[in-house]
């Protein structure tokens, strides 16, 4: 089983950056794929952004060239740094590995960029 827990959510200007992380518990990091996805208000949780175990990165088209997963085994930490941020990337954004067929999600942080 694994704990996740993201920060580093806010209150942004659009144009603005902010850098979220994820901290892992309860096992290591090594060899998972590790996620981002976020929900919108009254939208459907999607995929921004994953890397695996290699540090090979995917992202969705919507956040290409403006957002940044990296991760950190010996800290057990991934982040994702976003910039250029727009009113449209406000949502809640969850942190996400998959362990042995289950989903682990931490709670989310909220992200609120302003026009």
């Known amino acids: 089983q694994v704990q996740l827990v993201e920060s580093g959510g806010g209150l942004v200007q659009a144009g603005g950056s902010l850098r979220l992380s994820c901290v892992a518990s309860?096992?290591?990091?090594?060899?998972?794929?590790i996620n981002w996805f976020r929900q919108g208000p009254g939208l459907q949780r999607e995929l921004v952004a994953a890397?695996?175990?290699?540090?090979?990165?995917n992202y969705a088209n919507s956040v290409k060239g403006r957002f940044t997963i990296s991760r950190d085994n010996a800290k057990n930490m991934v982040y994702l740094q976003m910039n250029s941020l727009k009113p449209d990337d406000t949502a809640v954004y969850y942190c996400?590995?998959?362990?042995?067929?289950?989903?682990?999600w931490g709670q989310g942080t909220q992200v609120t960029v302003s026009a």
């Open positions: 890397i695996n175990s290699a540090g090979s990165t």
């Open positions: 309860g096992r290591t990091f090594s060899g998972l794929v």
């Open positions: 996400n590995v998959v362990v042995g067929g289950r989903s682990n």
